[in-house]
């Protein structure tokens, strides 16, 4: 079974930056991978990936501030959040796009403070 493991989170306040890390036990170039969230109260939601032809798409509102990338011989997917908004807030997840087909990970907490 495919394991996924985000990391990185923490308490940041408006206008800060973090990045985070999602390390998966199999190749990520397959598959299209992606970063989610999901805000408290809220589905989750698509954040930013790349395309299984290695393009990137973004949710609108984090265009110009978060940037995908990866290290396909770590495995490792990265998602660098600047110009950080409350509204950012919620557990960030990584899996594949645009169908989700491994089995979420634990997530890693991101909480903007304003």
């Known amino acids: 079974q495919v394991q996924l493991v985000e990391s990185g989170g923490g308490l940041v306040q408006a206008g800060g930056s973090l990045r985070l890390s999602c390390a998966a036990s199999?190749?990520?170039?397959?598959?299209?991978m992606g970063w989610y969230r999901q805000a408290p109260g809220k589905r989750r939601e698509f954040v930013a990936a790349?395309?299984?032809?290695?393009?990137?798409n973004y949710l609108d509102s984090v265009k110009g501030r978060f940037t995908i990338s990866r290290d396909n011989a770590r495995k490792t997917l990265y998602l660098q959040m600047d110009s950080l908004k409350p509204e950012d807030t919620g557990i960030y997840y990584c899996?594949?796009?645009?169908?989700?087909?491994?089995?979420w990970g634990q997530g890693t907490q991101v909480t903007v403070s304003s």
């Open positions: 899996n594949t796009f645009p169908a989700t087909v491994f089995s």
């Open positions: 199999t190749s990520i170039t397959r598959n299209g």
């Open positions: 790349f395309t299984g032809g290695g393009s990137t």
